[in-house]
Protein backbone atom coordinates (compact mmCIF):
# COMPACT_ATOMS: atom_id res chain seq x y z
CA UNK A 1 0.00 0.00 0.00
CA UNK A 2 1.13 3.37 -0.54
CA UNK A 3 -0.69 7.20 -0.03
CA UNK A 4 -1.53 8.92 -2.89
CA UNK A 5 0.49 12.17 -1.29
CA UNK A 6 3.66 10.06 -0.73
CA UNK A 7 3.24 9.10 -5.39
CA UNK A 8 2.68 12.63 -5.56
CA UNK A 9 6.20 13.91 -3.33
CA UNK A 10 8.21 10.93 -5.74
CA UNK A 11 6.64 12.44 -9.00
CA UNK A 12 6.75 15.93 -8.15
CA UNK A 13 10.98 14.99 -7.06
CA UNK A 14 10.94 13.50 -10.98
CA UNK A 15 10.02 16.43 -12.09
CA UNK A 16 12.49 18.69 -10.08
CA UNK A 17 15.33 16.13 -11.01
CA UNK A 18 14.58 16.65 -14.24
CA UNK A 19 14.64 20.56 -14.76
CA UNK A 20 18.12 20.55 -13.61
CA UNK A 21 20.09 19.07 -17.64
CA UNK A 22 18.82 22.26 -19.18
CA UNK A 23 19.45 24.34 -16.29
CA UNK A 24 23.03 23.66 -16.18
CA UNK A 25 22.67 24.29 -20.30
CA UNK A 26 21.12 27.68 -20.31
CA UNK A 27 23.67 28.61 -16.85
CA UNK A 28 26.52 27.41 -19.38
CA UNK A 29 25.11 29.69 -22.34
CA UNK A 30 25.12 32.78 -20.34
CA UNK A 31 28.57 32.27 -19.51
CA UNK A 32 29.04 31.03 -15.93
CA UNK A 33 32.12 29.55 -15.96
CA UNK A 34 31.37 25.65 -15.32
CA UNK A 35 33.07 24.87 -11.76
CA UNK A 36 32.04 28.20 -10.12
CA UNK A 37 28.34 27.40 -11.46
CA UNK A 38 28.72 24.08 -10.07
CA UNK A 39 30.57 24.99 -6.54
CA UNK A 40 27.53 27.79 -6.12
CA UNK A 41 24.83 25.56 -6.67
CA UNK A 42 26.21 23.16 -3.71
CA UNK A 43 26.80 25.85 -1.65
CA UNK A 44 23.76 27.57 -2.22
CA UNK A 45 22.44 23.94 -1.42
CA UNK A 46 24.41 23.02 1.35
CA UNK A 47 23.25 26.60 3.01
CA UNK A 48 19.40 26.04 2.71
CA UNK A 49 19.81 22.69 4.93
CA UNK A 50 22.35 23.98 7.24
CA UNK A 51 19.57 27.10 7.94
CA UNK A 52 16.13 25.53 7.13
CA UNK A 53 16.29 21.57 7.93
CA UNK A 54 19.09 20.80 9.74
CA UNK A 55 16.70 20.04 12.92
CA UNK A 56 14.80 18.04 11.05
CA UNK A 57 17.40 15.14 11.07
CA UNK A 58 19.65 16.24 7.53
CA UNK A 59 22.70 17.37 9.44
CA UNK A 60 24.17 14.67 11.30
CA UNK A 61 27.74 15.70 12.81
CA UNK A 62 28.97 12.41 13.80
CA UNK A 63 28.43 11.41 9.75
CA UNK A 64 31.11 13.55 9.00
CA UNK A 65 34.02 11.98 11.44
CA UNK A 66 33.13 8.35 9.18
CA UNK A 67 34.93 8.04 5.58
CA UNK A 68 32.37 6.40 4.06
CA UNK A 69 30.64 9.96 3.34
CA UNK A 70 33.72 11.12 2.35
CA UNK A 71 34.22 8.84 -0.54
CA UNK A 72 30.82 9.24 -1.73
CA UNK A 73 31.20 12.94 -1.61
CA UNK A 74 34.11 12.62 -3.82
CA UNK A 75 32.31 10.40 -6.04
CA UNK A 76 29.94 12.99 -6.29
CA UNK A 77 32.32 15.71 -7.17
CA UNK A 78 33.93 13.55 -9.77
CA UNK A 79 30.48 13.47 -11.31
CA UNK A 80 29.98 16.96 -11.36
CA UNK A 81 32.94 17.58 -12.47
CA UNK A 82 32.71 15.95 -15.27
CA UNK A 83 28.71 16.98 -16.08
CA UNK A 84 29.01 20.63 -15.84
CA UNK A 85 32.40 20.72 -17.67
CA UNK A 86 30.72 18.20 -20.30
CA UNK A 87 27.26 19.99 -20.92
CA UNK A 88 29.53 22.92 -22.47
CA UNK A 89 29.41 20.39 -25.54
CA UNK A 90 27.13 18.06 -25.78
CA UNK A 91 23.22 18.87 -26.08
CA UNK A 92 21.18 18.99 -23.07
CA UNK A 93 18.92 15.99 -24.38
CA UNK A 94 22.30 13.77 -24.93
CA UNK A 95 23.23 14.92 -21.43
CA UNK A 96 19.78 13.98 -20.07
CA UNK A 97 19.60 10.56 -21.76
CA UNK A 98 23.23 9.23 -21.08
CA UNK A 99 22.99 10.44 -17.09
CA UNK A 100 19.78 8.54 -17.14
CA UNK A 101 21.80 5.57 -18.31
CA UNK A 102 23.31 4.91 -14.86
CA UNK A 103 19.70 3.47 -13.76
CA UNK A 104 20.92 0.71 -15.98
CA UNK A 105 24.60 0.25 -14.49
CA UNK A 106 22.88 -0.01 -11.10
CA UNK A 107 22.24 -3.60 -11.83
CA UNK A 108 25.05 -4.50 -13.27
CA UNK A 109 27.60 -3.18 -10.17
CA UNK A 110 25.28 -4.73 -7.56
CA UNK A 111 25.45 -8.19 -9.21
CA UNK A 112 28.91 -7.80 -9.35
CA UNK A 113 29.26 -7.27 -5.18
CA UNK A 114 26.21 -9.92 -5.33
CA UNK A 115 24.17 -8.33 -3.11
CA UNK A 116 21.09 -8.74 -5.77
CA UNK A 117 20.30 -10.71 -8.55
CA UNK A 118 19.62 -9.99 -11.91
CA UNK A 119 15.93 -10.90 -13.03
CA UNK A 120 15.30 -11.85 -16.93
CA UNK A 121 13.44 -8.54 -17.22
CA UNK A 122 16.31 -6.61 -15.95
CA UNK A 123 18.56 -7.96 -18.07
CA UNK A 124 16.83 -7.35 -20.89
CA UNK A 125 16.49 -3.72 -19.69
CA UNK A 126 20.26 -3.05 -19.44
CA UNK A 127 20.71 -4.29 -22.96
CA UNK A 128 18.18 -2.35 -24.27
CA UNK A 129 19.28 0.72 -22.41
CA UNK A 130 22.85 0.60 -23.64
CA UNK A 131 22.19 -0.21 -27.27
CA UNK A 132 19.80 2.98 -27.17
CA UNK A 133 23.25 4.81 -25.19
CA UNK A 134 25.23 4.04 -28.07
CA UNK A 135 22.72 5.31 -30.57
CA UNK A 136 22.56 8.20 -28.89
CA UNK A 137 26.26 8.91 -28.49
CA UNK A 138 27.48 7.87 -32.50
CA UNK A 139 24.08 9.24 -33.71
CA UNK A 140 24.71 6.32 -36.10
CA UNK A 141 28.13 7.77 -37.72
CA UNK A 142 31.21 6.30 -37.16
CA UNK A 143 32.77 7.44 -33.64
CA UNK A 144 35.41 10.32 -33.73
CA UNK A 145 36.71 11.80 -30.22
CA UNK A 146 37.98 14.90 -32.14
CA UNK A 147 34.37 16.10 -31.89
CA UNK A 148 33.31 17.99 -29.43
CA UNK A 149 30.05 16.60 -29.03
CA UNK A 150 31.36 12.68 -29.14
CA UNK A 151 33.69 14.40 -26.24
CA UNK A 152 30.81 16.20 -24.03
CA UNK A 153 28.99 13.05 -24.01
CA UNK A 154 31.85 10.38 -23.14
CA UNK A 155 32.28 13.22 -19.94
CA UNK A 156 28.44 12.78 -19.63
CA UNK A 157 28.69 9.25 -19.28
CA UNK A 158 31.31 9.45 -16.75
CA UNK A 159 28.77 11.93 -14.88
CA UNK A 160 26.39 8.86 -15.23
CA UNK A 161 28.92 5.74 -14.06
CA UNK A 162 29.52 8.29 -10.75
CA UNK A 163 25.68 8.64 -10.00
CA UNK A 164 25.33 4.95 -10.30
CA UNK A 165 28.11 3.83 -7.38
CA UNK A 166 26.55 6.29 -5.45
CA UNK A 167 23.58 5.01 -5.04
CA UNK A 168 25.07 1.00 -4.75
CA UNK A 169 27.47 2.55 -2.07
CA UNK A 170 25.40 4.64 -0.02
CA UNK A 171 23.01 2.45 0.83
CA UNK A 172 24.86 0.99 4.00
CA UNK A 173 25.21 4.67 4.79
CA UNK A 174 21.53 4.99 4.03
CA UNK A 175 20.49 1.95 6.34
CA UNK A 176 23.05 2.98 9.10
CA UNK A 177 21.96 6.94 9.33
CA UNK A 178 19.06 7.41 7.42
CA UNK A 179 18.30 8.83 3.98
CA UNK A 180 17.84 12.67 4.95
CA UNK A 181 21.24 12.48 6.79
CA UNK A 182 23.00 10.90 4.07
CA UNK A 183 21.25 13.73 1.59
CA UNK A 184 22.48 15.92 3.33
CA UNK A 185 25.87 14.67 4.10
CA UNK A 186 26.28 14.23 0.29
CA UNK A 187 25.14 17.99 -0.65
CA UNK A 188 27.76 19.55 2.22
CA UNK A 189 30.94 17.16 1.55
CA UNK A 190 30.19 17.95 -2.59
CA UNK A 191 30.16 21.62 -2.05
CA UNK A 192 33.24 21.75 0.07
CA UNK A 193 35.10 19.67 -2.41
CA UNK A 194 34.20 21.45 -5.33
CA UNK A 195 35.99 24.42 -4.27
CA UNK A 196 39.76 23.44 -5.46
CA UNK A 197 37.73 23.06 -8.92
CA UNK A 198 37.06 26.92 -8.78
CA UNK A 199 40.13 28.21 -9.48
CA UNK A 200 40.59 26.32 -12.54
CA UNK A 201 37.88 28.43 -14.40
CA UNK A 202 40.39 31.88 -14.43
CA UNK A 203 40.64 33.15 -17.86
CA UNK A 204 37.10 31.85 -18.53
CA UNK A 205 34.56 34.73 -18.96
CA UNK A 206 32.62 35.17 -16.62
CA UNK A 207 29.01 36.84 -16.29
CA UNK A 208 27.02 37.01 -13.28
CA UNK A 209 24.20 38.87 -13.84
CA UNK A 210 20.52 38.79 -13.12
CA UNK A 211 19.75 35.77 -15.12
CA UNK A 212 23.13 33.91 -14.34
CA UNK A 213 21.89 34.34 -10.89
CA UNK A 214 18.52 33.03 -11.36
CA UNK A 215 19.92 29.63 -13.17
CA UNK A 216 22.19 29.44 -9.87
CA UNK A 217 19.52 29.86 -6.92
CA UNK A 218 16.65 27.55 -9.30
CA UNK A 219 19.33 25.40 -9.75
CA UNK A 220 20.18 25.22 -5.74
CA UNK A 221 16.89 25.60 -4.68
CA UNK A 222 14.37 23.55 -7.07
CA UNK A 223 16.65 21.28 -8.92
CA UNK A 224 18.91 20.21 -5.53
CA UNK A 225 17.24 20.63 -2.38
CA UNK A 226 13.45 20.59 -3.80
CA UNK A 227 14.19 17.58 -5.09
CA UNK A 228 16.01 15.73 -2.72
CA UNK A 229 13.26 16.80 0.03
CA UNK A 230 10.23 15.56 -2.06
CA UNK A 231 12.30 12.91 -2.85
CA UNK A 232 12.85 11.71 1.05
CA UNK A 233 9.53 12.79 1.89
CA UNK A 234 7.94 9.85 -0.58
CA UNK A 235 9.89 7.09 0.79
CA UNK A 236 8.18 8.06 4.26
CA UNK A 237 5.24 6.05 2.42
CA UNK A 238 5.85 4.65 -1.01
CA UNK A 239 7.58 1.65 -1.07
CA UNK A 240 11.12 1.61 -3.10
CA UNK A 241 10.22 -0.29 -5.96
CA UNK A 242 7.72 2.11 -6.32
CA UNK A 243 10.01 4.91 -6.32
CA UNK A 244 11.98 3.92 -8.93
CA UNK A 245 9.58 5.67 -11.14
CA UNK A 246 11.43 8.61 -10.66
CA UNK A 247 14.04 7.36 -13.04
CA UNK A 248 11.96 7.49 -16.13
CA UNK A 249 9.93 11.00 -15.20
CA UNK A 250 13.33 12.45 -14.70
CA UNK A 251 14.83 11.27 -18.32
CA UNK A 252 10.87 12.27 -19.79
CA UNK A 253 10.88 16.17 -18.56
CA UNK A 254 14.69 16.63 -19.12
CA UNK A 255 14.41 15.21 -23.15
CA UNK A 256 11.45 17.52 -23.11
CA UNK A 257 12.42 20.71 -21.81
CA UNK A 258 15.47 20.32 -24.00
CA UNK A 259 13.94 20.06 -27.05
CA UNK A 260 11.49 22.86 -26.23
CA UNK A 261 14.52 25.14 -25.00
CA UNK A 262 17.13 24.59 -27.35
CA UNK A 263 15.55 23.04 -30.41
CA UNK A 264 17.89 20.14 -29.75
CA UNK A 265 18.09 17.98 -33.12
CA UNK A 266 17.12 14.53 -33.27
CA UNK A 267 17.81 12.26 -36.20
CA UNK A 268 16.31 8.21 -36.69
CA UNK A 269 19.47 7.10 -34.50
CA UNK A 270 19.42 9.32 -31.34
CA UNK A 271 15.85 9.34 -31.56
CA UNK A 272 15.62 5.52 -31.33
CA UNK A 273 18.01 5.71 -29.22
CA UNK A 274 15.86 7.80 -26.70
CA UNK A 275 12.86 5.74 -26.99
CA UNK A 276 15.36 2.45 -26.23
CA UNK A 277 16.73 4.24 -23.28
CA UNK A 278 13.43 5.52 -21.63
CA UNK A 279 12.49 1.70 -22.11
CA UNK A 280 15.65 0.47 -20.68
CA UNK A 281 14.76 2.19 -17.40
CA UNK A 282 11.64 1.34 -17.42
CA UNK A 283 12.50 -2.46 -17.59
CA UNK A 284 14.63 -1.87 -14.87
CA UNK A 285 12.90 0.30 -12.25
CA UNK A 286 9.89 -2.26 -12.64
CA UNK A 287 11.09 -5.46 -12.54
CA UNK A 288 10.91 -7.44 -8.94
Avoid at 14 to 21: A, E, M, N, R
Avoid at 246 to 267: A, G, K, Q, T
Wanted: hydrophobic share 50%; no cysteine.
Amino acid sequence: MHSRKGLQYTITSGVLFGTSVPVIKLGLSSTIPPFLFAALRFLIASSIVIVFLRRTGWVKPDLYRSRPIWIVGVINTIGYVLQFKGQGFATASDAALIIGSAALMIPIITRLKRTEKLPRKRILGVLVGFIGASLVVTRGEALSLGQAQVLGDLLILGTAVTIAFIFVFSKSLVDAQGGEAVTGGILLTTGLLLLPFVPLDLGSPVSLGLDAWFYILFLAVFSTVGSYYFFAKGLETVSPTLSSIILPIEIIVSVVLSVIIFRDPFNIFSGTGAVLIVAGVGLVSFSH
